[in-house]
Each structure stands twice: as structure tokens, then as C-alpha cells.
């Protein structure tokens, strides 16, 4: 059974930095592309940063400069690091996976950038 745990999130200040976590289980986690998206109050679902099974990654204009995914593949882990935190970036957080055979989502991180 396939999990994805995230964690990491809270509430901090404008121009604060927080770093989330994605851990994996039942998955095949190195051949995977992986993805950070994130959801605020009445809006869509949008791209944070996108890493292809190749390494490379496109960020959404709004984080470049500020956001960086990285991954541990000894520990079938994404993380995404968030410095320069505005209260634009308050939304919840998903991870998202993709293998060959399926895409996977976390359940959702909470962050809350207060000015």
C-alpha cells in the first residue's frame, strides 16, 4: 500500500522559512517524478514546482528564487525548502507522486504565513 506522509508545515512569520516533508512507503520512490501543489482558501489547486524523473524542475513564477525541492532517495523523502515566506504563500501543501503505474497524492500540509 502506497503512502505518502507529509509533514513540516505551521504557522510563521513574513519572511520566515519552513521546510516541508514528504516521506514515501510502498513505492518505487527513485524512478518516481514528484511534484509540491498547493490549495488556498477558495481557489484551484495550483503548481508549486514540478521535479521530472530526470531532475529537472519548474517552478511557478510567484516561488522562484524562494522555493527549492530536493530529494533523498535513501529515504524515499521530497522536501520542498520555503524562504522569503509572504501571506500569498498561506495554502495547504500536497505532494504528489508519479510512477509508471500511478500518481499519488499526501493528504495535505498546512501553512500559514502571517504578516
Known amino acids: 500500500q502506497v503512502q505518502l506522509v507529509e509533514s513540516g508545515g505551521g504557522l510563521v512569520q513574513v519572511g520566515g522559512s519552513l521546510r516541508l516533508s514528504c516521506a514515501a512507503s510502498?513505492?518505487?520512490?527513485?524512478?518516481?517524478?514528484m511534484g509540491w501543489y498547493r490549495q488556498a482558501p477558495g481557489k484551484q489547486r495550483e503548481l508549486v514546482v514540478f521535479m521530472s524523473r530526470g531532475g529537472t524542475t519548474t517552478y511557478a513564477d510567484s516561488v522562484k528564487g524562494r522555493f527549492t525541492i530536493s530529494r533523498d532517495n535513501a529515504k524515499n523523502t521530497v522536501y520542498l525548502q520555503m524562504d522569503s515566506l509572504k501571506p500569498e504563500d498561506t495554502a495547504v501543501y500536497y505532494c504528489?507522486?508519479?510512477?509508471?503505474?500511478?500518481?499519488?497524492w499526501g493528504q495535505g500540509t498546512q501553512v500559514t504565513v502571517s504578516s
Open positions: 510502498g513505492i518505487i520512490f527513485s524512478t518516481a517524478a
Open positions: 504528489r507522486l508519479i510512477t509508471i503505474v500511478n500518481d499519488y
